[in-house]
């Protein structure tokens, strides 16, 4: 009798569990559907979620990125943010972006970071670890990609070096 009631249990149990499961998908995808919360990815990550609650209480930022095209996105990033940290959530909104429209489409952001730069009031921003205060980025700002080249030191091209695998074993020597 007592292995009866344990099976019970369990299948009530596995049972309210899957109801709580449901009951919570149905709860997230009304939420979602709010045209207020229009800007949350469909399946949003716990780190999203987070930080829409900081922007809303006040302790993250909602700054504007405008491309070189003149569109533009938002992106939310938390206050004390750095450079870097912008930077991984452009890269986080536009392969979101890309996916909705496109699916998935490589981009080499190292190409990206090495051809354009970020610029708030024609001001770039250029040091990854330097935080917006320094630069004066608060919330609603605009911060826009400008075309940026990299000097060399020297102004020239560089000399090729050759690669000398057996120099030890010139037959002169």
Same mark, same amino acid.
């Given at each position: 009798?007592?292995?009866?009631?344990?099976e019970?249990?369990k299948?009530?149990?596995y049972?309210?569990?899957n109801?709580k499961k449901?009951a919570?998908?149905? =709860?997230?995808?009304?939420?979602?559907?709010?045209?207020?919360?229009?800007?949350?990815?469909?399946k949003?990550?716990?780190?999203?979620?987070?930080?829409?609650?900081?922007l809303?209480?006040?302790?993250?930022?909602?700054?504007?990125?405008?491309?070189l095209?003149? =569109?533009? %996105?938002?992106?939310?990033?938390?206050?004390?943010a =750095?450079?870097?940290?912008?930077?991984?959530?452009?890269?986080?909104?536009?392969?979101?972006?890309?996916?909705?429209?496109?699916?998935?489409? +490589?981009?080499s952001?190292? *190409?990206?970071?090495?051809? %354009?730069?970020?610029? *708030?009031?024609?001001?770039?921003?250029?040091n990854?670890?330097?935080?917006?205060?320094?630069?004066?980025?608060?919330?609603?700002?605009?911060?826009? %990609?400008?075309?940026?080249?990299?000097?060399?030191g020297?102004?020239?091209?560089?000399k090729?070096?050759? +690669?000398r695998? %057996?120099?030890?074993?010139?037959? *002169?020597?």
């Amino acid at each position: 009798m007592e292995s009866g009631a344990k099976e019970e249990g369990k299948v009530l149990g596995y049972n309210s569990k899957n109801v709580k499961k449901v009951a919570l998908l149905s =709860t997230l995808a009304a939420l979602l559907d709010d045209p207020i919360l229009a800007d949350v990815p469909k399946k949003p990550s716990l780190s999203d979620v987070d930080i829409r609650i900081n922007l809303e209480l006040g302790s993250a930022m909602c700054i504007s990125i405008f491309k070189l095209d003149g =569109t533009f %996105f938002d992106v939310v990033v938390m206050n004390s943010a =750095t450079v870097k940290d912008l930077k991984l959530a452009i890269k986080k909104k536009v392969i979101e972006l890309e996916q909705s429209k496109m699916g998935h489409r +490589h981009i080499s952001w190292r *190409h990206v970071w090495a051809n %354009f730069c970020l610029a *708030h009031h024609n001001e770039k921003l250029l040091n990854d670890g330097a935080a917006f205060q320094d630069f004066g980025v608060r919330n609603n700002s605009q911060v826009q %990609f400008l075309p940026y080249v990299v000097s060399k030191g020297s102004g020239g091209h560089s000399k090729r070096r050759k +690669h000398r695998f %057996f120099h030890g074993l010139n037959k *002169h020597s």
